[in-house]
């Protein structure tokens, strides 16, 4: 197990660097200068040189390269051009909403879908299991943003249940900061939750029919008890692959999302640093992305490992 | 039942109905003291000398920071910090008198020091103000005795007042200036309490204020970049207004009494600008030609909801120098196609246009793409980003066509200069304008303001569309909210809650 760790944790490191490597040259050959959209059309040439100065952006590629990898490995991201505060602070400030949003609506999809899932493959065939499929295919066709207006118009604007945006941070009022995550993670967890009962219930189904149940049966369980004692743990390893994805997609989604409750989270500060070319923020933030995503993946492979012995059976050979 | 329990039996119900109405009208309609404030877009910062943002002025601009002068809601020049001045009989010396008891936010005490220190950082050499041009006419800048400040100007100017009247003339304090970024520190009425990045900002009433005191005593600033969104934060309750929204919200907003719309103008002027040094753009008859195409009533229609005043050059039309020139060259494709033949193109050309991501931009392009087909000029349009549309087209110069509203007030003197993206260059304007800067007369400004708007409108310089319509949405109970727009700013003073 601590061999395939290693190595899991190598193609981790290695993915990291390379995605570094990646993004800040191509940042870097984005049309637009950051000192000119700060200063606007009226400024002189002279004051935007100031400026450039200022922010170092007349340093040649490989210092400021070298710079941010630098900075990097002491923790230190570098200093927003269009902020001018540093990128590490404002990232963390946006992660406190859109690290409890992603993982409400993640906990959120899989208490709604997998339920759905085992029900429907117990079910097989059943009015229960092809109106729960339809219902399931519905959601995976629903955007999570025109979804998310729904609910604002029927929870915020009619019936005034919940705000329709916004965000009350933790410390001032914790209820009230839970409250405004109820609507957007409901949002994101939608679509995810439909795409999970549907691999729950293909999985399960197949499960039910291999051989180890058909053994559990003959030892004298019944159906129930089998598949709950061995077929539901098999089925997961597919689940475990879409959960790891479903991740990504997550923060994906909450950049829309966060613009419709118009939430202070990470994918509004990507989506506005972009527009205002404050590449050490964009450069910043999807670093921190990437170690998100690639983090997952990571767990993910040692859940793998947890979940199914032959993969590390299969690497200690 | 006797009459005098009766009578005891009423004057009860009586007591109690008067009791119940009589906490009703105490309590049922309590009067609020706060307003939550839509913002469509965040400042980056709050140094409304040191940004460009006009969302930073939105914020901060007579509310927090003032300046010598400070600009009304009709677009004239009023005192502020300065409470009077006299001005050379030359135009050259401006002696400013200071306001008394003014002091910062955080206690310190205003005086000529803070305005020459102001000036002198907007003057320096590695000044990052984003307006510093428009304050290279001022040669010194002293201090005669704590309430007296004496400025002297290298040449006589006519919009000196106005330009000390702008954010980017905020007067600040040498010791929070370093940090006006994140916490501004200023005179005005509202003090800066709180920000809580990407979501919003709190301002609260500042009561040592030297003037007339702000009627609300807490603004919260709520940032909110998706047009559905506002939308139903302001059905919901969770902003009480908003200062300028799409206008295609507006009809839900009309029809509903808790709501009230106000249509003011700005000072946006919104162009099809045409680069005059390439071809085909360099031929008058060509211009006249697109400017016969146009059709403003169409355009204002489609990309603005039908809000906004048609233009006949580059001017405010609230101005008091404006003059109407939509007529210069009226709708009239059949004129724009023999114009076209007669520049040697009777089949028309080909063209790009490049579209910045602003709904007037976006909708307008695909109005005039049309409308210009329709006389044979084929337009490609190429949508650009805001950085891009700076870096190639303000600063590169680099485009046929573009959409863009200029907001900046009385900025008719950027087609005196020949190297701005227009490439407009006319010997015969520049010396109008070099002529309008020198005056001071008010009489003498006005005429030549008008012969400026003329030339502009006989030269067809750009496609003259409409000028961008201000369209707020607030609470039908708040009062005192500004109608126009003459300068980048929200501003709150007047702004109260009524019954």
């Known amino acids: 197990m601590i061999w395939f760790a290693v190595r899991k944790f190598f193609g981790f490191a290695v993915t990291f660097v390379v995605a570094a490597l990646v993004i800040f040259a191509a940042l870097d050959l984005l049309p637009g200068d950051p000192a000119r959209f700060i200063l606007g059309i009226n400024a002189t040439p002279e004051t935007v040189a100031a400026l ?32 001018n505060q540093p990128v590490g602070a404002l990232i963390a400030g946006r992660l406190a909403v859109t690290l409890p949003l992603t993982f409400l609506a993640m906990v959120l999809s899989m208490l709604i879908g997998l339920p759905i899932g085992i029900l429907a493959a117990r079910r097989r065939g059943s009015l229960a299991d092809t109106g729960l499929m339809v219902l399931a295919q519905f959601g995976v066709a629903v955007p999570n943003f025109w979804f998310g207006m729904l609910l604002v118009l029927l929870f915020s604007v009619t019936l005034h249940w919940l705000p329709p945006g916004g965000f009350i941070p933790w410390g001032d009022n914790p209820a009230g900061a839970l409250n405004s995550l109820v609507l ?50 098999n089925a997961l390893l597919p689940v475990l692959t879409i959960l790891g994805l479903q991740f990504a997609f997550l923060v994906a989604g909450t950049v829309i999302v966060e613009n419709v409750f118009y939430l202070p989270g990470l994918g509004r500060l990507i989506f506005d640093a972009i527009s205002a070319r404050d590449l050490v923020l964009v450069r910043g933030a999807i670093i921190i992305l990437v170690l998100a995503v690639t983090g997952t993946m990571f767990l993910t492979d040692l859940l793998y490992g947890w979940a199914d012995p032959r993969l590390r059976a299969r690497d200690a050979a | 039942m006797s009459a005098r329990n009766i009578i005891i039996a009423l004057a009860v119900v009586v007591l109690a109905i008067a009791g119940v109405l009589g906490y009703m009208t105490m309590n049922g309609t309590p009067q609020r003291a706060d307003l939550r404030i839509g913002l469509v877009l965040e400042p980056p910062i709050l140094d409304p000398t040191a940004g460009a943002a006009t969302a930073i002025d939105d914020v901060v601009y007579q509310n927090v920071f003032e300046g010598l002068t400070r600009i009304d809601e009709h677009g004239a020049v009023q005192p502020a910090l300065a409470t009077s001045w006299e001005i050379s009989p030359d135009n050259l010396i401006y002696t400013f008198h200071l306001a008394k008891n003014v002091t910062f936010h955080d206690g310190t005490t205003f005086d000529a020091d803070d305005v020459v220190y102001s000036y002198n950082r907007i003057l320096a050499a590695d000044s990052v103000n984003a307006q510093k041009a428009l304050y290279a006419v001022i040669a010194s800048v002293t201090a005669v005795d704590p309430q007296t400040v004496k400025i002297v100007l290298s040449a006589p100017s006519g919009r000196f007042l106005f330009d000390a009247g702008r954010g980017d003339a905020s007067i600040v304090a040498p010791e929070s200036e370093p940090t006006n970024d994140a916490k501004p520190i200023g005179t005005g009425p509202f003090k800066f309490i709180d920000w809580q990045k990407g979501a919003n900002l709190t301002l609260a009433r500042y009561d040592g204020y030297w003037g007339t005191k702000a009627a609300l005593g807490k603004v919260t600033y709520v940032f909110i970049a998706d047009g559905v969104a506002r939308t139903n934060a302001l059905l919901a309750g969770d902003i009480d207004g908003i200062n300028n929204t799409d206008a295609t919200s507006l009809p839900v907003f009309a029809k509903d009494a808790r709501f009230k719309v106000l249509v003011g103008s700005t000072e946006g002027e919104v162009i099809l600008a045409q680069n005059n040094a390439r071809p085909p753009f360099d031929k008058l008859q060509v211009r006249q030609a697109i400017a016969h195409a146009l059709n403003r009533e169409e355009i204002i229609k489609g990309a603005s909801s039908g809000y906004g005043v048609p233009i006949g050059s580059h001017f405010a039309p609230h101005n008091p120098y404006y003059i109407d020139l939509t007529g210069t060259y009226p709708y009239d494709p059949a004129k724009a196609k023999a114009l076209l033949a007669e520049a040697g193109l009777p089949d028309g050309f080909s063209a790009t246009i490049k579209v910045p991501p602003v709904p007037y931009a976006q909708l307008g392009a695909q109005i005039i793409a049309s409308e210009l087909a329709e006389v044979g000029i084929k337009l490609t349009q190429v949508a650009v980003d805001w950085p891009q549309w700076l870096g190639d087209v303000f600063t590169k110069g680099d485009y046929d066509l573009t959409i863009i509203s200029h907001s900046e007030p009385f900025d008719i003197g950027i087609y005196a200069d020949p190297n701005y993206y227009f490439h407009y260059n006319d010997p015969d304007f520049q010396a109008i304008i070099s002529k309008l800067n020198a005056t001071t007369d008010e009489a003498a400004r006005k005429e030549l303001a008008i012969a400026a708007q003329k030339r502009l409108a006989e030269q067809a310089v750009n496609g003259f569309l409409f000028e961008l319509p201000k369209t707020g949405v607030w609470n039908a109970k708040l009062e005192g909210m500004w109608q126009n727009e003459p300068i980048e700013g929200v501003v709150l003073t007047g702004v109260h809650w009524v019954k």
């Open chain 1, 52 to 83: 450039q100065h200022q922010l170092g952006l007349d340093l040649p590629f490989w210092q400021r390269f070298l710079r941010w990898l630098g900075g990097m490995l002491v923790g230190d991201f570098g200093t927003s051009y269009a902020q």
């Open chain 1, 184 to 233: 957007p993670s409901i949002a994101l967890a939608l679509p995810q939750a439909a795409i999970l009962a549907r691999v729950m219930r293909t999985a399960l189904v197949d499960v039910q029919g291999s051989d180890f149940i058909r053994a559990a049966r003959a030892r004298g369980l019944t159906m129930s008890e089998a598949v709950w004692q061995h077929g539901v743990r």
